[in-house]
């Protein structure tokens, strides 16, 4: 949610920095009237993002992707119901090519009716969507010919050309007990919607046990876990010891109502000193 013209420096200096990858966050319009509740703020209030730019983010990503080289990107999370599978697997397929496989899709549902009825899709059977799309993602991603024949999505044979060379990673977002179910079982990593140790805990536990149960346990799975601006070493080890495996920081705050007013200068600095505080200082 950093000003539009901010995002290739700041892409450069956390490459420069050793960062690892880049979030980019996904929101389609904000309503002028609505009754839906903001899940992630204490009293549900989104005001907050009225005003906040949001980049499209198949736009700006390969925009970042062409003045860097090493860093990766991912979206954490797209609201995956919203988009047309087919076109959104086209979109998922050119940008791994691209960006050389530097991409992971990090998909969630909103949690707002408006978006659903502005785009003109159903509310109801939203999740069951998302897995329908996840499943039409991979098989049009191998470049082989695929059909689908599922419950919302069908169409016959079709492949698309370019095809990445190896699989996108998906992660899926959200604490619900329900996407920690799907996470386990169709997904290659879980983003959680909170940074709370004590509410990860329970969390991080329920998400073994269901990869256990889908005879997944032991296979790689990115669990990645929230740091505050001001974190140290010792907190990525904390998430560590849970069970985390990737660490992310926002580079802005993102719960309030003011417009990002930091310069790019001021943005840089913060990446280098984080970088120097924790990243260079975490064991390998």
Partial sequence: MIEPAHYLPVA???ERAGFHNIGMGDSI???????SKYPYTADGNREFLENKPFLEPFTIIPAMAAVTSTIGFDTSVLKMPLRNPVILAKQVASLAVVTGNRFKLGVGTSPWPDDYEVCGVPYERRGKRMEEMIDVVRGLCTGDYFEYHGDLIDFRPIKLVPAPDRPVPILIGGHSPLNIRRAARMADGWIPSTNARDALVP?????????????????????????????????????????????????????????????????????????DRVVHAVPA
């Avoid at 319009?29 to 009754?35: H, I």
């Fill in 29 to 35: 319009c904000y309503p002028r009237e609505s009754t």
């Fill in 203 to 275: 969390m991080i536990a329920e998400l073994n046990r269901h990869l256990d149960e889908s005879g997944r346990a032991g296979l790689p799975f990115e669990i990645h876990g929230s740091l505050a601006q001001n974190a140290t070493p010792d907190d990525v080890e904390r998430l560590h010891q849970l069970g985390c495996t990737d660490f992310r920081v926002r580079l802005t705050p993102a719960y309030t109502m003011d417009r990002d007013s930091q310069s790019v200068a001021e943005k840089t600095d913060f990446i280098d000193r984080f970088a």
């Fill in 12 to 14: 450069q200096a956390a």
